[in-house]
């Protein structure tokens, strides 16, 4: 079993990324490798301060959603018509909208909704296409074929189109929304995780534990599958703020989250008449939390990659 | 004879691929909803009539006759019927499609043209002052909401400044275009009436801008990163050895090795661009063909939706046919 782990060790470090172990309860000296490993993220993200910038960016963002309703006294979606429309000031820190909500409030709220759409959808895609790569890549030759072509058609759609159609068919609400980015996520997760196993099926490891009598799904699902998943994370990681991008597109177009809850793309629908006459402020807060949320999360996700693959650096 | 026989296979990889879909489509279409009927008649209408309509559609038939169906009308061109507009999809498209092509291909052409020359500047400058500000204009126009980049335009340049014209469609109300390919930077040509060729310009500067400031942004990076590994090869600095004129290796020699990947983003970028331009349209309320889709399948009508993401889905897999022989034909060491 030394020689299966030295192996492993190895194909690791030919794919760049030995000192973050993807597993660390399979290495026995635990305790000091995930020292290591530490001391290496530390390193690499003091040579990577926007990545720093965007993680603390994001972590204020997802605070905000967690504690920001103890900051504020409004309801999100209580409309008060005498307060309709009014600039930013000391009591509506951004205003209010055409129906007398509070902006600022309400995209307190938006934040939780916009997170949850994101980290549900990314996760399960994620989930999914990891399971679906992995069968068609291990199990191979006609199976994969099939479902090479089948993943080859939902990537010729552009991907706000499949998005709408599925939309339109489910109906909008935040569930569907979900869904939809599921569906239009995990084809890219499927092809990163069949083109890492592929690459990995080869591998000396394979052999020995095929040798030492593994079982097909078990080398699959205990020795290849953990082995290809850093990749998976980085990915994820950037697909995050792609996927609010998307959450919020559908809900501006009225295919997602519908009035009265608070949703960033939908707010700035909601403000984009009152931008032709000038009322500037109940679009564009929630469109900035849209840009920070995104901008940050990438700025993470690209930190991410360098730590995981450094040949990218 | 062996590009021929990869194209051939290739033309043959597309069939399954095409396919599958159609296949999507009509599952997406047929099967998900639980009553296509009823978003049609809506609640209140009688029995009969949900029967009536239910045949007519021929929703009674068994799923695989109307796969069959649904297939044999697509190779027809007959897309269905538009139930808001009361005309045939294909009817309708051929009004709507100019538009958004016109919008798409116009934001091409901007994003071509700026982020080679910027890409190559920024890798021919790397880690200069130029460099720098070129990675935070992309940071940001990867992460800003176009649909919202737009409405700020609309208040900067309309409200504000009065430069742009109101972000209500491709032209003035005034003006008029004889219709003859829907393409009004064409047709206003054709015309030769210059006047109304500066007003749909001047109608598009806004929209143009929003949607394709995510793909300079994308195009730009990709330009640098494979020029600086270009510029790095040897036989760059063979060349420079030479005493070859910067430019000469610039663009040249090295963009010509470099050009390859952002090829591939390029052709991408046409099928980004109809799917990104559904938002833009909205806020511009541009008469194109996404704007007719989502408005359509906001009213309960699914038919356009069906058509237009299928279009693009098979004009997309043309696209990428063509990239790979172009591929070919630039990259002589590829071979088949």
Known sequence: MRILRRRKDQVAAVRGSETVDSHPQETDSGDDRRGGSWHFFIYVFRRNKLAVIGGLCLLFIVLMGLIGPLFTAYSPTKSDMKSASLPPSATHWMGTDAMGMDIFTRVIYAARIDLYIAAIAVVLAAVIGSVYGAISAFYGKVLDEVMMRFLDSFQAFPSILLGLAIAAALGPSLRNVIIVLVVVNVPMYARLVRSQILYLREAPFVDAARMVGNSNTRIMFRHLLPNSLSPVYVQASLNVGWSVLMAASLSFLGLGVQAPEPEWGLMVSQGARQMVVGDWWSAFFPGLFILLFVLSSNLLGDGLQDVFDPRRR | ?336
């Open chain 2, 1 to 336: 004879m062996k590009t021929a026989l990869f194209i051939l296979r290739r033309l043959l990889l597309m069939i399954p691929i095409v396919f599958g879909v159609l296949v999507i489509t009509f599952i997406i279409g047929r099967i998900i909803p639980a009553d296509p009927v009823a978003l049609l008649v809506g609640q209140e209408d009688d029995r009969a009539t949900v029967e009536r309509v239910r045949q007519e559609l021929g929703l009674d038939q068994p799923l695989w006759t109307q796969f069959y169906v649904y297939i044999r009308n697509f190779a027809r061109g007959d897309f269905g019927m538009c139930w808001s507009t009361r005309n045939p999809v294909v009817k309708d498209l051929a009004v709507f499609l100019p538009a958004t092509i016109e919008l798409v291909l116009v934001s091409m052409f901007f994003c071509i043209v700026l982020a080679v020359p910027l890409g190559v500047y920024a890798a021919v400058r790397k880690d200069t002052l130029g460099d720098h500000v070129s990675r935070v204009v992309s940071l940001f126009g990867v992460a800003i909401p176009s649909f919202w980049l737009g409405l700020l335009l609309i208040f900067v340049f309309f409200y504000l400044l009065r430069w742009a014209p109101p972000p209500m469609g491709r032209i003035g109300f005034r003006t008029s275009i004889d219709r003859v390919t829907g393409f009004y930077l064409v047709d206003s040509l054709l015309a030769g009436d210059l006047k109304a060729f500066g007003q749909t310009l001047s109608y598009l500067v806004l929209p143009v801008a929003a949607i394709s400031l995510r793909k300079l942004a994308q195009l730009t990076r990709l330009v640098r990163s494979t020029m600086i590994e270009a510029l790095s090869s040897d036989y760059i600095q063979t060349a420079r050895s030479h005493g070859l004129r910067n430019r000469l290796i610039n663009y040249r020699l090295a963009f010509k090795n470099a050009s390859l990947p952002p090829i591939t983003q390029i052709a991408d970028m046409f099928g980004d661009l109809v799917g990104g331009a559904v938002v833009i349209e909205l806020v511009f309320a541009w008469p194109g063909a996404g704007r007719w889709a989502v408005t359509s399948a906001l009213a309960g009508d699914f038919a356009p939706i069906q058509a237009f993401a299928v279009i693009c889905a098979v004009v997309r897999v043309i696209t990428f046919l063509i990239t790979d022989i172009m591929y070919a034909v630039i990259d002589k060491r590829i071979e088949y």
